[in-house]
């Protein structure tokens, strides 16, 4: 068991889309937020100041000005671009983290999302460092030929301070990049070390013909109904709620219809029998008691770019309001700080599953913890992106698909026991029960069981620590990372 592994001591305290970096008034920054997790969970370890200063701390941040040529108005001018890539920690190596193009890419961001990166490696034994880069631009007012040309020029930076690498620095999408970002820093990547034969795993996020893998699209969204689902199976936190166990028929909103929301959104339905009563998008939020047809409603969006007056749905202009209305469970998948001291408060669900990166401030997640809400905190909820990426990156060094030389040799035997299961018994399958009994696994069925082994492994660990210290799944996912962390510096001498 977890136990064995190392010493928890009690502590005095008792209680405790898109990611844009929010600075409320009388809050603190997202970075001053991860620190102050970081520092209750301390205080339940045996830990020296020293290592925890140095496990808090990030490494390396790297930030860079370059000038692009671009033409406005029929005029050319010179632009000057900024960027960030930070290392948070070099403890397990590549590090790992996705980059962003947004205006509000500054220094404090990408550290706080690189630190909430290796938390978030750790808790669920992903054997990577931290990592989290940004370009500070608006991705909607430039051409995709000038997209592609700040991408390249940002990869070259990387590749001279040697910053990025399959064994080095991995990037992933993020906020305003996807596959297309993805293949044009591979090939970047790839004319500069035309020797490197791991050269497609310096990216993950990528398309299927880049290397990418099968399942990586879903997978936060998946991850996310893994986690929530556990949590749900336990008796304890469903009788503490006044809720019946598991995810059937419980209602649940969604903040951010994106990649992350929907995927969500669509595993609560159609896995886990819930109900999404709610969902919100930036400009608008849409409501029904009934329930919402998730499917309908993302092709309504993507045809009208707005979910206001989707039929037979309640408008809700303010998609803050989305937070108020009932429900049992309510995703944020979308903004960072979207639950602070002013909308906590409000929010009438009583299971929190943090899809998106630090959607509840410091305070907010006070707020929650002191009504008796429980949190399924975002360094293990929305982990299964970064769990996948690390399948994605094991496919590139292997440089084979998942399954390829496993799956009809599975169907084989399959075959061989259906044929005597029936020869023994005198009885047919049918055709439709012989596919389902025989069908091997392919690249994505094996994708989808590692996430799902790798969430429920992982809860079970923090369930462990939440239980023996009598506090919430944030404080025990922090405490359980930290400790991870430790003993991989302790085995490699730094702290005996």
């Not at 490696?121 to 880069?133: E, L, Q, S, T």
Request: with cysteine; hydrophobic share 35%.
């Amino acid at each position: 068991m977890l136990s064995n592994l190392f010493t928890l001591k009690k502590s005095p305290i008792t209680s405790l889309g898109r990611f844009f970096s929010i600075k409320l008034p009388d809050e603190p920054s997202f970075l001053e937020q991860v620190g102050l997790y970081f520092d209750q969970a301390a205080k339940y370890t045996d830990l020296p100041q020293g290592l925890l200063k140095y496990i808090k701390g990030c490494n390396v941040v790297l930030s860079v000005k370059f000038p692009i040529h671009l033409t406005r108005n029929g005029k050319s001018d010179l632009h000057v671009i900024e960027a960030f890539r930070a290392q948070h920690s070099h403890h397990k190596l590549p590090t790992k983290g996705g980059i962003r193009y947004s205006e509000d890419v500054c220094q404090d961001e990408v550290e706080a999302l690189a630190s909430l990166m290796t938390f978030k490696c750790a808790c669920v034994d992903v054997p990577f460092g931290g990592g989290k880069g940004g370009i500070k631009i608006n991705h909607r007012k430039f051409t995709e030929e000038e997209l592609q040309r700040i991408t390249r020029r940002f990869t070259v930076e990387l590749l001279q301070k040697k910053f990025i690498g399959p064994a080095i620095d991995v990037p992933a999408p993020d906020y305003g990049t996807g596959p297309r970002e993805m293949g044009w820093i591979m090939n970047t990547y790839t004319a500069y070390n035309p020797d490197d034969i791991n050269g497609h795993g310096v990216v993950t996020g990528k398309g299927i013909r880049q290397g990418g893998i099968r399942g990586r699209a879903q997978a936060t969204g998946l991850g996310l109904y893994f986690a929530v689902r556990e949590a749900m199976k336990v008796e304890k936190n469903a009788k503490s709620l006044g809720l019946s166990v598991g995810l059937k028929d419980k209602k649940v909103i969604v903040t951010g219809l994106g990649n992350v929301g929907y995927w969500a959104a669509h595993f609560f339905n159609d896995l886990g029998g819930s109900k999404v009563v709610g969902v919100s998008e930036w400009n608008g939020a849409v409501y029904d008691p009934n329930g919402l047809d998730v499917e309908a409603l993302l092709k309504y969006k993507q045809e009208h770019g707005t979910l206001l007056n989707f039929p037979g749905a309640q408008n809700i202009p303010n998609p803050e309001d989305i937070m108020s209305m009932d429900c049992d469970i309510l995703l944020p998948c979308a903004l960072e700080a979207q639950i602070n001291r002013d909308t906590a408060p409000k929010i009438k669900a009583k299971v929190i599953g943090e899809g998106a990166n630090g959607p509840c401030t410091f305070e907010g997640d006070r707020i929650l913890n002191e009504k008796g809400c429980i949190i399924v905190p975002d360094l293990y909820a929305n982990a299964g992106g970064v769990t996948v990426s690390y399948f994605e990156w094991l496919k590139n060094l292997s440089h084979v698909r998942f399954g390829r030389m496993t799956k009809k040799h599975e169907e084989n035997s399959k075959s061989l026991l259906v044929e005597k299961l029936e020869s023994k018994f005198g009885k047919k399958f049918t055709d439709h029960e012989k596919r389902l009994i025989v069908q091997g696994a392919g690249e994505e069925d094996l994708v989808n069981s590692g996430l799902e082994s790798t969430m429920v492994d992982s809860f079970k660990q923090i369930e462990e620590i939440k239980n023996t210290q009598k506090i919430s799944y944030r404080m025990a996912a922090y405490i359980l990372s930290i400790k991870k962390i430790a003993l991989s510096y302790t085995d490699v001498g730094l702290w005996p």
